[in-house]
C-alpha cells in the first residue's frame, strides 16, 4: 500500500494517508473528471488513468472515429471491459467518460472494487466547459446545447447513485475541487486510510 501526504482544505498541517481502493470520478461531459482527477492523483501520490485515454490507446483510434466507425455499443461494450481491468490494477485515480457509469453492471462493477465519485455540475457550467470543443460524439448534433440539457436531465439520475458527490462549480479552482474530493473520502476510510 503506497503510504501519501496530502493537504486537504480543512486540516492543520500534514496528514499522512493510504488509498486502499481506486478512486472513479463520474459525471457529465464537462464537470471536471480528468482535471480534477489529475489533480487528486498529484496529492494522493497515486498515478491518474482515463479510461478514454486507454481505448484510445487500445483501438489506435480516437473516441469520435470508434463511435463513427463501430457505433456507441461497441464502445460501451469496450468501456466496461477497460474500467475492469483498471479497476484491478493498484489503487489509483479513474476518470471515465460521461456514459460510462449508466450501464448498472459498471456502478456495481466500480462499487464493489472501488469508489464512484459524482462532480455534480449545473448545465450552464457544463455548457460553457463544453461548447467549443469539436471532440464530444455526442455533441455533434444541430442543437448541442438541447442535446446537453437532454442528457443531462436524463443521467443525473444515475449519477446520483455514486457513493460520493462533490460539487463542481465556475467559482472553484482545481486544486480546491480535489481538496473538496480529499474531503469527501474521509468519510470513507475503507478509501482512504488516514494514519
Sequence with gaps: MKQIEHNSAQTMGMTRAALRKTVVM???????KTAVGKALSAKLGVPFLDSDAEIEAAANMSIPEIFSRDGEAFFREKESMVIARLLEGEPCVLSTGGGAFLASANRRMISERGVSVWLKADIGVL?????????RPLLRTPDPRATLRTLYEARVPIYAEADLTVISDAETSIEQMADRVIDALRSRPDVLELT
Design 26 to 32: 463520474v459525471g457529465m461531459m464537462g464537470a471536471g
Design 127 to 135: 455548457w460553457n466547459r463544453v461548447r467549443h470543443k469539436d471532440s
